[in-house]
């Protein structure tokens, strides 16, 4: 089973920058398709973005195409969610969740991922 340790998260002004990390522990090279999620008070959780174990390919939520930029480094064991531009909407909890299925297109359903980590809290705000 692996767990995931996400970290990055804080206070930005809106138009800044931000790098969240999702480190999971015993990740090899394809086990795992990645995903990021988050979930603002009182709203229901959303897919930000995800990328596939075996291809790479990435997904990303409409609200964030041209901002958010995901990668992996399996090196690393770590997946990173690049967030520029940010705005006040994008304050939310951010979680990553590991899939052990999907292989060369990521699902953007929290219901398909099967391992979560503990999220990390990003606020926008002047």
């Known amino acids: 089973q692996v767990q995931l340790v996400e970290s990055g998260g804080g206070l930005v002004q809106p138009g800044g920058s931000l790098r969240l990390s999702c480190e999971a522990s015993r990740f090899r090279r394809y086990d795992y398709t990645i995903g990021w999620f988050r979930q603002a008070p009182g709203k229901e959780r959303e897919g930000v973005a995800c990328?596939?174990?075996?291809?790479?390919?990435?997904n990303y939520a409409d609200s964030v195409k041209g901002r958010f930029t995901i990668s992996r480094d399996n090196a690393k064991s770590t997946v990173y969610l690049q967030m520029n531009s940010l705005k006040t909407e994008d304050t939310a909890f951010y979680y990553c969740a590991a899939d052990p299925d999907s292989g060369y297109v990521c699902p953007m359903k929290g219901g398909e991922y099967d391992y979560w980590g503990q999220g990390t809290q990003v606020t926008v705000s002047s």
């Open positions: 990328i596939s174990r075996i291809s790479g390919s990435t």
